[in-house]
T-cell receptor, first 112, second 113 residues
Framework: KQEVTQIPAALSVPEGENLVLNCSFT??????LQWFRQDPGKGLTSLLL?????REQTSGRLNASLDKSSGRSTLYIAASQPGDSATYLC???????????FGTGTRLQVFP | EPEVTQTPSHQVTQMGQEVILRCVPI?????FYWYRQILGQKVEFLVS????????KSEIFDDQFSVERPDGSNFTLKIRSTKLEDSAMYFC???????????FGPGTRLTVT
C-alpha cells in the first residue's frame, strides 16, 4: 500500500530564500507524481506533474525532481515571495490505478 | 482558463439527511473524481468515474455514497444519510483522456450537525 509523507510539516522563511520541500513514497512503481498548492480553505492548484520517466520538471520559479529508486521527490522554490505562502501537497499515482495518494503537506510561510 | 467549479461552497445539514454535492468538470475532460479532506487530515480518494460508470472506489465509498453524471456537464456526489464523520471538504477533480494531470475544484465544505 502506497504511503506518501512530506517533511517538514511546516516551514517559515524570509523572503528571497531558495527552499526545498520533500516528498517520500514507499511504492517505487509510481506512474507520476503531482505537486499541488493549497491556500487556506481553498481548493488544490496543480503546480507540476512529473512522469516516472522524467527526472525533472520546471515551471517558472518551481522545479520538481523525481528519484524513483530512492522513493523521493523534491520541490524547489527559487527566490521565495510572501505570495508563495500556502500548503504544498505531493500526490503519487501508481500503475494500474487512477487514484492519487496524497501526502500530509508542508505548510510554508514566507515573511517579508 | 477553464476551471472545475463546485456548488455549494458550504453546505450545512443535519445527521441522517441526504445531500447532493455538485461539480462541473472542465468541458473536454473525460475522467472525473471525488476526494475529501477531513479537517487537519490528508486528502483522500473516494471514487473515479469514466464512461458513465465507476472505474475505481475506495473503502470509504460505501453504499451511502453514489455518483452520477446526469447530463453532459454536471457530476454529482450524493450521500444518502449523512453522519457526523462525513463532515469534510469535498473536492471534485477531472482530467483529459491524454494526460493524467488532475485538476481540482475549489471544494464544498460539508458540515453535518
Amino acid at each position: 500500500k502506497q504511503e506518501v509523507t512530506q517533511i517538514p510539516a511546516a516551514l517559515s522563511v524570509p523572503e528571497g530564500e531558495n527552499l526545498v520541500l520533500n516528498c517520500s513514497f514507499t511504492d517505487s512503481a509510481i506512474y507520476n507524481l503531482q505537486w499541488f498548492r493549497q491556500d487556506p480553505g481553498k481548493g488544490l492548484t496543480s503546480l507540476l506533474l512529473i512522469q516516472s520517466s522524467q527526472r525533472e520538471q520546471t515551471s517558472g520559479r518551481l522545479n520538481a525532481s523525481l528519484d524513483k529508486s530512492s522513493g523521493r521527490s523534491t520541490l524547489y522554490i527559487a527566490a521565495s515571495q510572501p505570495g508563495d505562502s500556502a500548503t504544498y501537497l505531493c500526490a503519487s499515482l501508481s500503475y494500474n490505478t487512477d487514484k492519487l495518494i496524497f501526502g500530509t503537506g508542508t505548510r510554508l510561510q514566507v515573511f517579508p | 482558463e477553464p476551471e472545475v467549479t463546485q456548488t455549494p461552497s458550504h453546505q450545512v445539514t443535519q445527521m441522517g439527511q441526504e445531500v447532493i454535492l455538485r461539480c462541473v468538470p472542465i468541458s473536454n475532460h473525460l475522467y472525473f473524481y471525488w476526494y475529501r479532506q477531513i479537517l487537519g487530515q490528508k486528502v483522500e480518494f473516494l471514487v473515479s468515474f469514466y464512461n458513465n460508470e465507476i472505474s475505481e472506489k475506495s473503502e470509504i465509498f460505501d453504499d451511502q455514497f453514489s455518483v452520477e453524471r446526469p447530463d453532459g456537464s454536471n457530476f454529482t456526489l450524493k450521500i444518502r444519510s449523512t453522519k457526523l464523520e462525513d463532515s469534510a471538504m469535498y473536492f471534485c477533480a477531472s482530467r483529459t483522456g491524454s494526460s493524467y494531470e488532475q485538476y481540482f475544484g475549489p471544494g464544498t465544505r460539508l458540515t453535518v450537525t
